[in-house]
């Protein structure tokens, strides 16, 4: 024990009598940035800012047509085609205040039964049949002016959850619907 007290001392002794550290070179000034652009204002009632960025995602979007108040755009992409409807739209489209995501699912349709319990499953996304027995998803947004790009890439990404839950269902809608009580 002894022996381990009288080493500690010469070990610290070792350690202060070793040369100090040589401070990092200093380096050299980094070059002055270019001013930052102003960033384009992201207008969340403006279906083109929504439709920039889904083409800066890959998609090809275009607008199909244009009634009262209401714009309807197709988006085509490797991960979903599916509708957007921009609703209470002033007349030159513009100031929308809600949009509605819209995707058939392929294949069989679930019954009305099973379609009735999935919505009662899910907060954001429903399921409805069309007029011709197709099933589709969709997904709601009110849209304000205090939402950001983020707002949108928040929608997005609802969107994209709400078709993987759909198509999920549609699979299979018995092991859906009993795993989702």
Request: with cysteine.
């Amino acid at each position: 024990m002894t022996r381990h007290l009288l080493l500690l001392p010469a070990a610290l002794l070792c350690l202060a009598a070793a040369p100090a550290p040589k401070p990092a070179p200093a380096k050299a000034p980094a070059a002055k940035a270019a001013p930052a652009r102003p960033a384009a204002t992201y207008d969340a009632q403006n279906p083109q800012s929504l439709m920039e960025i889904l083409g800066a995602a890959g998609a090809k979007v275009q607008t199909s047509r244009r009634e009262e108040d209401a714009v309807f755009v197709t988006v085509t992409s490797t991960a979903a085609n599916f509708s957007l409807q921009f609703a209470g739209c002033n007349p030159q489209g513009r100031a929308c205040q809600a949009a509605l995501f819209d995707s058939v699912l392929d294949g069989a349709s679930p019954t009305l039964s099973q379609i009735n319990g999935f919505n009662q499953t899910s907060v954001f996304c429903r399921v409805y049949q069309d007029k011709t027995g197709r099933p589709h998803a969709i997904y709601a947004a009110l849209l304000v002016k205090s939402d950001t790009r983020e707002s949108a890439m928040t929608h997005l990404g609802a969107w994209q959850g709400c078709l993987g839950e759909a198509r999920d269902f549609q699979r299979d809608p018995v092991a859906y619907l009993a795993n989702a009580a």
